[in-house]
């Protein structure tokens, strides 16, 4: 079992930074690719970004390449999402996400692909 406590969010200006970080509990996190996803209310859960086993690969949505960058502290059993240039449109509760698979040869970009999800923190950024 893991467990992933997300920590990080808060209240924002258009323009802001925040640095999202997920905790993860399980002696075993180098061997978890992971991956961050968002809803906003009255949408679907989104991806935002996902990182390999070794934090080689990366993968970012359309909307975050270039503002948001996914990192991972092996060490610490934390990965992180370093937010810039945020915009209200990023007005969301984040997710951190823990998957079996490596993120080599895939993105990780789909919900289905992760096996443990974090409670979620919110994100607001105000206009």
């Known amino acids: 079992q893991v467990q992933l406590v997300e920590s990080g969010g808060g209240l924002v200006q258009a323009g802001g930074s925040l640095r999202l970080s997920c905790a993860a509990s399980v002696r075993t996190f180098s061997s978890y690719g992971m991956g961050w996803f968002r809803q906003a209310p009255g949408k679907e859960r989104e991806f935002v970004a996902a990182?390999?086993?070794?934090?080689?690969?990366?993968y970012y949505a359309d909307s975050a390449e270039g503002r948001f960058t996914i990192s991972r502290d092996n060490a610490k059993n934390t990965v992180y999402l370093q937010m810039n240039s945020l915009k209200p449109e990023d007005t969301a509760a984040y997710y951190c996400?823990?998957?079996?698979?490596?993120?080599?040869?895939?993105?990780?970009?789909?919900?289905?692909?992760?096996?443990?999800w974090g409670q979620g923190t919110q994100v607001t950024v105000s206009s």
């Open positions: 990182i390999g086993w070794s934090a080689g690969s990366t």
């Open positions: 996400a823990a998957s079996p698979l490596s993120f080599a040869t895939n993105s990780g970009q789909y919900s289905g692909q992760y096996v443990y």
